[in-house]
């Protein structure tokens, strides 16, 4: 059948992590592959209780069609942990939306047309590129170093790509795991608002942090409307509910809300008022807490397990919060090839190429180390570690010819 799809879809990726989540259903596998939260921390018992709240109090309310904007009470929520997290905002600036990947298709549909540039990190989130590829742009990376984005690298780049916006998770980056400096943060947004730039602040992982000293959004500097922030409760309360905020310049939120009408009329009214009955009637915040400290603890165990098990020449980034790590191996191993072998070992991990614009990256590997438990951690590093020093054997004897 000769299936007319549109021109777009042929620079569309399809996601690495997606196709390796279906082999994790394998009940012997050993998971660092995908993005998930540790199910075991989801507030079972109190999200069941707020359901039952919800519809015994305001069932019929819960399962109507609601505003496009988002249920009121749970705006009101969200604009208060913004402004906990140092962004001045009213439940008025909120646009809620299904999930925090939603926005990113909303802001392509408001700002991106076929050719425009867009900035990135390099590495960046892979679902991003997803996202931004189905409108036919070009990407140009920004460089990176272990405190993040170089701004200084930005003007250039402006000036000589007119990108419609600048793409960036600045809290525990999805997939490095870095964190932007509070000092390159201002200079950011100094150098954004000298051109007029757009940043689409992506902060996902922000409120897991269980090292270091807390650092406020770019929004929170934002006197000019031109940072559109994002953010969810998927790794604070459960990504099951699909539900995001948005906090944007009223013009910004105004579009938005528009093609969000024609994409889904409006984020499901159950599910936010069972968030919103989860916030106000539990401790959420000691909720955070628990998962911050397991997480800390976890990334112990996986750091430990790596220097102890690992070959010399691969290091690994140190995140002060979040979920992963990021691998660098040694010159001429393609951890596509890697992947392979490790699958062999019952052990996964999302390989670096595809969090990279160009696909390049072969010699990177992003770890997960929210979704194991200790024991799996030590188990599957160990078992990574054997693929790893089968794999460099060979360039080691290369290397001595």
Wanted: hydrophobic residues 40%.
């Amino acid at each position: 059948m000769n299936t007319r799809f549109a021109r777009r879809m042929s620079a569309v990726r399809p996601s690495t992590i997606r196709e390796i989540l279906k082999v994790t259903e394998q009940a012997d596998i050993i998971s660092f592959a995908g993005g998930l939260p540790a199910p075991e921390l989801f507030p079972v018992e109190e999200i069941s209780t707020a359901c039952e709240r919800v519809l015994r109090t305001g069932g019929p309310g819960a399962l109507q069609y609601g505003p496009s904007e988002g249920f009121a009470p749970l705006r009101e929520c969200f604009a208060a942990e913004s402004r906990k997290r140092g962004i001045d905002c009213t439940a008025e600036d909120i646009l809620i939306t299904t999930g925090s990947q939603q926005p990113l298709d909303l802001v392509s549909k408001i700002f991106l047309d076929a050719g425009d540039c867009v900035l990135t990190e390099s590495p960046t989130y892979m679902a991003a590129l997803q996202a931004f590829q189905t409108y036919e742009v070009h990407f140009v990376t920004v460089p990176t170093d272990a405190e993040g984005l170089i701004p200084e690298a930005l003007p250039e780049l402006i000036e000589r790509e007119r990108p419609k916006f600048l793409y960036t998770i600045p809290s525990f980056q999805n997939p490095t795991g870095m964190t932007l400096t509070a000092e390159r943060r201002c200079k950011l947004y100094e150098i954004a608002a000298r051109y007029g730039l757009i940043v689409l602040e992506d902060d996902p992982y922000g409120a897991l942090r269980y090292a270091g000293k807390p650092i406020a959004p770019i929004k929170s500097l934002d006197t000019e409307g031109l940072v559109i922030y994002l953010s969810t409760v998927s790794k604070t309360i459960a990504p099951g509910l699909r539900l995001g905020w948005v906090v944007a310049s009223e013009e910004i939120r105004r579009k938005l809300t528009i093609v969000k009408q024609a994409a889904d009329l409006h984020t499901s009214s159950l599910d936010q008022r069972i968030a919103h009955r989860y916030l106000t009637d539990f401790d959420s915040e000691a909720h955070v807490e628990r998962i911050r400290r397991s997480y800390g603890e976890r990334f112990s165990i996986m750091d430990a397990a790596l220097r102890e098990t690992m070959p010399p020449g691969f290091t690994w980034t140190h995140p002060e919060g979040g979920m992963f790590l990021w691998v660098t191996c040694p010159e001429g191993v393609d951890t596509c090839e890697l992947m392979m072998e490790a699958l062999k070992r019952k052990v996964l991990f999302v390989p670096g190429r595809d969090f990279f614009p160009d696909a390049s990256g072969q010699r990177f590997m992003r770890l997960n180390f929210s979704n194991a438990t200790p024991e799996q951690i030590r188990e599957g590093v160990g078992r990574l570690a054997e693929v790893c020093h089968a794999a460099v054997a060979p360039l080691a004897v290369i290397a001595s010819l």
